[in-house]
């Protein structure tokens, strides 16, 4: 297959559950901003559907969707150019997840490191939402023709499973249709450590508030947080070999480079030599003047809850006009009778 057969556009997504913290910021929605050009299509989604795979109080989950537009936008998304809104205001994602779930193996599925984690030793008990959601999350990226998928490093097996999607769909109908996404893990903050033990990924799910910086945090708590991260007794190297066993440094010196924009060699030819008490003050300063204007913004934005609406629903009808025709299509080549007068 050439991939020049489908003009370029990115498709990612953020679930609205709870707080949007640093590590979803750097490994994310930073990159969904430098991603925004004249030259690739953005489109941006809130995946509602995603997030009910676990119980979500419903008026939270209206609260934080609502929340979570403000950040994409207070973040530097345009809603004129990109493509914005919550996923089940455009029902063709879940309707091309239904395909899927007819094309993925149950084997697949059980490999899902995702899905061992979060069902634990309780599978049983865990909703059939959670154990489909890779084929949900490939109709999202799929239902776009996206070709490029900018995540986290810790989504990169639900990528692995979109091609594999894509793959089967193709060769099972004989066809060219669904193209070949390229995940986008890039920069230095591809995986956000927790500040509370450096082998732990910052997540919204762990216990310890201490453990992350939440994009609505204040000023003071950023730098408290910072302040009380875990590190070692050690100064800073100068060359990023020294950070090798050294997860939590390591994990400070990528999160200043993300938030600067330098490479963490960049970033060590600067502080090399400096021990964390004159570190971390620089680190908690910069983090401020990067992650304040978005949380004040985040909060001036939310005053205005029907105008985040407004922004929904339009992003909405526009990613319709790119879905609907590619789930026809996708309906005829199924063989679904009607799929094509419509
Ligand atoms: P979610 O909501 O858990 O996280 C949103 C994005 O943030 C990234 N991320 C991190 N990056 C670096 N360090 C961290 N500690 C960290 N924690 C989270 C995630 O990799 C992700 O890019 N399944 C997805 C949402 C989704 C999606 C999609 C993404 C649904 N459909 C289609 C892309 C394309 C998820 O649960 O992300």
Not at 134 to 139: E, F, G, I, R, V
Not at 196 to 211: I, Q
């Amino acid at each position: 297959m050439t991939e020049s057969k489908f003009t370029p556009r990115v498709f990612s997504g953020i679930q609205p559950s709870g707080n949007l913290h640093l590590g979803n910021y750097l490994g994310a929605l930073k990159r969904f901003v430098d991603m925004q050009g004249p030259d690739m299509e953005t489109v941006y989604c809130m995946v509602d559907l995603h997030a009910i795979t676990v119980w979500q109080d419903p008026k939270e989950l209206m609260h934080s969707t609502r929340e979570l537009c403000a950040g994409f936008i207070a973040a530097g998304i345009n809603p004129e150019q990109s493509i914005l809104f919550n996923q089940s205001q455009v029902p063709e994602h879940a309707q091309l997840a239904w395909i899927f779930n007819c094309v993925a193996r149950m084997g697949w599925m059980q490999r899902m490191t995702q899905w061992k984690d979060k069902a634990g030793k309780n599978q049983q008990n865990a909703s059939l939402g959670l154990f489909a959601y890779p084929s949900l999350m490939a109709a999202d990226i799929l239902v776009y023709h996206a070709t490029h998928v900018p995540v986290g490093e810790d989504q990169k097996q639900h990528l692995e499973l979109t091609r594999d999607i894509a793959i089967k769909f193709n060769n099972d109908f004989g066809v060219d249709f669904f193209p070949i996404t390229e995940p986008v893990i890039e920069g230095a903050a591809t995986r956000v450590m927790s500040l509370r033990d450096g082998s732990k990924k910052m997540s919204k799910s762990d216990a310890s508030d201490m453990s992350r910086i939440n994009m609505t945090d204040d000023a003071e708590t950023i730098a408290k947080k910072i302040r009380k991260a875990k590190t070692d007794p050690d100064a800073l190297p100068s060359e990023v070999e020294g950070l090798e066993e050294r997860l939590e440094a390591r994990n400070l010196v990528n999160i200043y480079s993300a938030l600067s924009d330098q490479t963490p060699e960049q970033v060590l030819a600067e502080v090399g030599g400096k021990q964390f008490g004159e570190f971390k003050p620089m680190l908690a300063d910069l983090a401020v003047a990067k992650l304040s204007p978005i949380s004040s913004e985040m909060a001036r934005l939310m005053n205005d809850q029907a105008e985040i609406d407004r922004i929904l629903a339009r992003g909405a009808e526009r990613a319709r006009q790119i879905t609907v025709p590619i789930l026809r299509q996708t309906y005829e080549i199924v063989g679904m009778v009607g799929a094509g007068q419509n």
